[in-house]
C-alpha cells in the first residue's frame, strides 16, 4: 500500500476513534468495588495537612492521576491534544500521547504530538506507540516530544476486530526486550482495556520492563468501538473479554516489588484512585472520563472535574487516616466477592 494512502486510513482511523468513542458507553464492571478500605474512626490528622503530590519519574506532580494516550495525528486531533496538553499543566500531572506512527509515516502531523510538549515544556510527557515497533521508531517517537517515559502498547484483542488490523502477533515480547535494553528512556508497557495478567508482566519484567500500566476492563472498549467502524464483521460476542482493571492491578502487583504499576482501565472516582493506590499502584491513568467531560462540557468542565478528584480524594484520605500518598499506599484493603475467590485460586 502506499504511503499517502496508508495515512488517510490511519488519520480517519484516529477521527473515528474520537466520534465513535463518543457515541458508545461501555459501563462494565472495573472490579473495584471488591476492594474494601475501612472507615477510620480516628484519623488524627487534619483535613487541611492532607497533601495528594507525590513523585513520578523522578518528577512531583500534583495527583496521582495522569491524562493516558488518546490520540494525535489529524487536525481534528490537533486540537484535543492541545487542550489535554494545557490541562496536564495546569493541573501538574503527566500526559502520554496517542499513538506516534501516523507522524512518523507522515512527517507534516509531528506537530499534532510536539504541541504537547510546546504547550506543557517543563511538566512529565508521555509518548505512546505500538510494542511492535522498530527500535528505531521508538526513538523518534520519544524524540518527536522529548518525552520523559515512551508507552508501548499491546492491543491484540482491538487488531483482530480491525478489517485492517495486525494479523501478526510473534516476537513482540523478544521486540520489547531488545527495546528495553538499548533505550536509555523508561519504557512503560501497556493494554489498552482488556488487561495484562500475571503471567504478561511476569514475562515483561523478565524482559527488563519495570513500568506496567494495567489497561484494563471496565472502561473504554475497544472492541466495541472497532465493531462499530467495522460494518461485516460482528465482534460483539467479544464484548465481555478482558480482565478488570482492579484483578489486573492485583495480579501485576504480585510479580515484583520492583515492578511500577500505572492503574488504568474505566478510572472514574475518587475511591477507585484512592483503592488503586492502597493496592501499591504508582498512579492512575484515564483516559476515557477527561476525553469526554472535554468533548462534552469543555475545558473549563474537564478541569474541574480534576479538581473534583482532588477534593473527593482528600475526603476518603482523611477517613482513611492518610495525610500523604505515601501513607496512603501502606493503608490495609480486603477483598471481598469474585476477586478474593480469584485471588484464593490463584494466589494463595
Ligand atoms: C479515543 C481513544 C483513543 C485511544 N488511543 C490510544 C492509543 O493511540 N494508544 C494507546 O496506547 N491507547 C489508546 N487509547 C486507550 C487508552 O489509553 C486507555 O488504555 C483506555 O481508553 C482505557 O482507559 P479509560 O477507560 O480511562 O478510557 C485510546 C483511548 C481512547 C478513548
Given at each position: 500500500m502506499d504511503k499517502e494512502r496508508e495515512y488517510k486510513i490511519r488519520a480517519a482511523r484516529k477521527d473515528e476513534h474520537i466520534k465513535l468513542f463518543m457515541e458508545t458507553v461501555h459501563a462494565s464492571d472495573n472490579g473495584f468495588r471488591d476492594i474494601v478500605l475501612q472507615n477510620n474512626a480516628?484519623?488524627?490528622?487534619?483535613?487541611?495537612?492532607?497533601?495528594?503530590?507525590?513523585k513520578f519519574l523522578d518528577k512531583t506532580i500534583d495527583l496521582p492521576i495522569m491524562i493516558n494516550a488518546v490520540t494525535g495525528g489529524t487536525e481534528y486531533t490537533l486540537d484535543i491534544n492541545k487542550q489535554l496538553a494545557k490541562l496536564s499543566r495546569e493541573c501538574n500531572i503527566p500526559?502520554?500521547?496517542g499513538s506516534q506512527t501516523i507522524a512518523i509515516e507522515n512527517k507534516s502531523?509531528?506537530?499534532s504530538f510536539g504541541v504537547v510538549r510546546e504547550i506543557n515544556d517543563s511538566g512529565i510527557v508521555i509518548a505512546n506507540i505500538s510494542a511492535n515497533s522498530s527500535y528505531e521508531n521508538v526513538c523518534e517517537a520519544v524524540e518527536m516530544i522529548e518525552a520523559d517515559a515512551v508507552q508501548l502498547h499491546l492491543n491484540t484483542a482491538q487488531e483482530i476486530c480491525m478489517g485492517e488490523g495486525d494479523?501478526?502477533?510473534k516476537g513482540i515480547l523478544n521486540n520489547i526486550k531488545n527495546i528495553v535494553s538499548s533505550l536509555q528512556t523508561p519504557i512503560i508497557v501497556k493494554e489498552v482495556g482488556f488487561g495484562l495478567s500475571f503471567e504478561a508482566a511476569k514475562k515483561l519484567y523478565n524482559a527488563g520492563v519495570r513500568y506496567i500500566d494495567t489497561g484494563g476492563r471496565g472502561g473504554t472498549n475497544f472492541i466495541t468501538i472497532e465493531d462499530r467502524r467495522n460494518q461485516e464483521l460482528d465482534y460483539s460476542f467479544l464484548k465481555h473479554w478482558g480482565i478488570s482493571t482492579a484483578q489486573s492491578l492485583l495480579e501485576c502487583k504480585n510479580v515484583s516489588g520492583d515492578l511500577k504499576v500505572i492503574c488504568s482501565g474505566g478510572i472514574t472516582k475518587a475511591e477507585e484512585i484512592v483503592k488503586s493506590i492502597a493496592m501499591g499502584a504508582e498512579l492512575t491513568g484515564i483516559s476515557g472520563l477527561i476525553l469526554r467531560e472535554l468533548l462534552d462540557n469543555g475545558y473549563d468542565a474537564a478541569k474541574a472535574c480534576i479538581e473534583r478528584l482532588q477534593y473527593e480524594m482528600k475526603v476518603f484520605m482523611l477517613l482513611l487516616g492518610a495525610e500523604n500518598i505515601e501513607k496512603l499506599s501502606q493503608i490495609e484493603y480486603l477483598l471481598k466477592g469474585e476477586l478474593y475467590q480469584f485471588y484464593k485460586q490463584k494466589f494463595l
Open positions: 480516628l484519623p488524627e490528622i487534619d483535613f487541611g495537612g492532607i497533601a495528594t503530590s507525590c500526559m502520554a500521547v502531523m509531528r506537530n494479523r501478526h502477533f
